[in-house]
């Protein structure tokens, strides 16, 4: 199972951005999906998670509001939009991939991923 992530970049605060993460090697479908997120310095974080299907989202309180988590199956990827963005965002992303087991719950810790993609970083200004 691979994930690759993309789409980081050098924002100014008030910015946007639109990260990537695609998916091979394994039915896409069966998967939750979630963004987290790493300072210097600091622990990773939750961001944003999505279900198997997309009809369910949940999201950190520090970005609900300003960030949007989608998938299409049918590509095999998820997405991060991020509007908004401030210095306090900068940092690496990366994709995690859980196995769905359709039941309901939001995956938001570490332990609940199977599989990691590399990080992509960004970076904003103020």
């Known amino acids: 199972v691979q994930l690759q992530a993309s789409g980081g970049g050098l924002v100014q605060a008030g910015g946007s951005l639109r990260l990537s993460c695609s998916v091979s090697?394994?039915?896409?479908?069966?998967?939750?999906m979630g963004w987290f997120r790493q300072a210097p310095g600091k622990e990773r974080q939750f961001v944003a998670g999505i279900n198997w299907s997309g009809e369910r989202t949940w999201y950190a309180d520090s970005v609900s509001g300003r960030f949007t988590i989608a998938r299409d199956n049918t590509k095999n990827t998820v997405y991060l939009q991020m509007n908004s963005l401030q210095p306090e965002d900068t940092a690496v992303y990366s994709c995690g991939a859980a196995i769905d087991g359709d039941i309901g719950l939001e995956y938001t810790e570490l332990y609940d991923y199977h599989y990691w993609g590399q990080g992509t970083q960004v970076t904003v200004s103020s």
């Open positions: 090697g394994t039915t896409f479908s069966s998967y939750a």
